[in-house]
């Protein structure tokens, strides 16, 4: 079993800073991948952020330049550092992982979710 456990959504005014954290358990052997997708009301998830285990990272082109994906590879732990949010950064960010529970068996998970709102 595993588990992704979201923390850091809130409301913030446009301009402003927050920062997601994501942190994965239970029976890991090694993780992949972890990333970052949103979901604002009305509009399909999308892929905001994604690294890999090599080091390797990918930004959405709305968030480049103000978002940073980083990880604690010994926390199992993943971040998302938003900066100069504008109000259409508005949603709900999930956090997601592709981990090994044995040498061979890779899934992907998806955390429960945090509301982020831009808003003055």
């Known amino acids: 079993q595993v588990q992704l456990v979201e923390s850091g959504g809130g409301l913030v005014q446009p301009g402003g800073s927050l920062r997601l954290s994501c942190a994965a358990s239970g029976s890991i052997f090694s993780i992949y991948a972890m990333g970052w997708y949103r979901q604002a009301p009305g509009k399909q998830r999308e892929l905001v952020a994604h690294?890999?285990?090599?080091?390797?990272?990918y930004y959405a082109d709305s968030v480049k330049g103000r978002f940073t994906i980083s990880r604690d590879n010994a926390e199992n732990t993943v971040y998302l550092q938003m900066n100069s949010l504008k109000p259409e950064d508005t949603a709900v960010y999930y956090c997601?992982?592709?981990?090994?529970?044995?040498?061979?068996?890779?899934?992907?998970?998806w955390g429960q979710g945090t509301q982020v709102t831009v808003s003055s």
């Open positions: 997601n992982a592709d981990i090994f529970t044995a040498w061979t068996i890779r899934n992907n998970y």
């Open positions: 690294t890999t285990s090599g080091g390797s990272t």
